[in-house]
């Protein structure tokens, strides 16, 4: 086996990206030792690198724990788990999965937002519940030539936007900043998005930034015709407000692949059609978790050899 300093893995990753850390690196995978704790007692000083995912990152307890920790590497493009200044302030840099699962995310958002507003899932149970009838089912709303808002303008905001130009939507956005050079209407605040558009899709990062930013005022300003599509985080918005506002018709429809407590699903969204729930899944493909286990390989292979990471979180 491998010699040398310890990277640590510390939850499930795709398999082709454990067989990798196995054959090339000491590896030890903290989440199946029963003796974690102690392990981390007798060994912390051992491990270089901590490998984990975009959901589970590395908490500060554990960085605390290794003193000689240089990096952490991330399989994912979200690195909210992590408190980087926290990491940062001890030395230890932090990387993770950009670009390689734009077009994923962007296909899944643009998916919901038809499927929601189609409610091509709810035809689909509609279907095999032996119910058609011709004329039976319910009238839906158009998608071409809407007005859609994207909150959040990063790559996979803009991605998402891009597709949805072939569409003949109408687009306007928020972002912490106004993007130079697009063409897109700028909204002041996310309520502002939310009173001009027909649907928004939250392609925002989450962590403590966005937390909430989605609120009752942005769900009532979207209102009883308005959708919302979610492909960010389920923190981003304030889900027992969203619950209330389907179950109460305040709003259109929903098409969530994230939640705030996944797997998790609030018990009132299984029952209605106005709303698709999706396993957090946008990045799902074979072809894009690949990449980005070879993205943060890379990553984890460049600081073991070099020191420095390929693509470092900004
Ligand atoms: C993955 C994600 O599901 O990249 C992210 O931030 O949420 C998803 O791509 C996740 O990272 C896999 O653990």
């Known amino acids: 086996p491998p010699e040398g300093r310890v990277v640590l893995q510390v939850c499930p990753l795709l398999p082709t990206l454990e067989a990798a ?40 307890d554990l960085v605390d724990a290794l003193p000689r920790l240089g990096a952490i590497v991330h399989f994912g493009v979200g690195y909210e788990t992590t408190d980087v200044a926290h990491a940062r302030s001890r030395g230890v840099d932090v990387s993770n999965t950009p670009d ?42 158009r998608v071409s030539g809407t007005r859609v808002g994207i909150l959040g303008l990063g790559r996979i905001g803009r991605a998402v936007a891009t597709r949805l130009e072939g569409f003949g939507v109408e687009l306007a956005y928020h972002s912490r900043r106004r993007v130079a050079g697009c063409s897109y209407r700028y909204a002041d605040s996310a309520t502002d998005l939310a009173a001009g558009v027909d649907a928004l899709v939250v392609t925002t990062s989450g962590g403590s ?25 389920g923190s981003v918005v304030d889900e027992p407000a969203l619950v209330e506002a389907l179950v109460s018709g305040r709003l259109g ?29 946008a990045s799902a493909t074979r072809e894009t978790r690949e990449a ?20 470092p979180v900004p």
């Open 209 to 233: 930034g966005s937390s909430g930013l989605v609120s009752a005022e942005v769900l009532d300003a979207l209102g009883p015709r308005g959708f919302l599509v979610n492909v960010s985080r």
């Open 100 to 141: 390689v699962l734009t077009d994923c995310v962007a296909d899944v958002a643009v998916g919901a937002l038809i499927d929601v507003m189609r409610r091509l899932s709810a035809a689909d149970r509609y279907v095999r519940r032996g119910e058609w009838t011709p004329g039976g089912f319910p009238l839906t709303t």
């Open 292 to 311: 980005m286990g070879d993205l943060a390989f890379r990553n984890l292979r460049s600081f073991m050899t070099t020191g420095s990471l390929v693509t």
């Open 21 to 60: 850390l196995e054959s090339h690196h000491r590896t030890v995978r903290l989440h199946e030792r029963p003796d974690a704790r102690a392990w981390l007692a007798d060994h912390g000083d051992e491990v270089a690198a901590v490998v984990t995912s975009a959901r589970v990152g590395a908490s500060r």
């Open 253 to 281: 429809g929903a098409a969530l692949d994230v939640f705030a407590d996944e797997p998790h699903v609030p018990a009132p969204l299984l029952d209605l059609d106005s709303v698709v729930l999706l396993p957090h899944i």
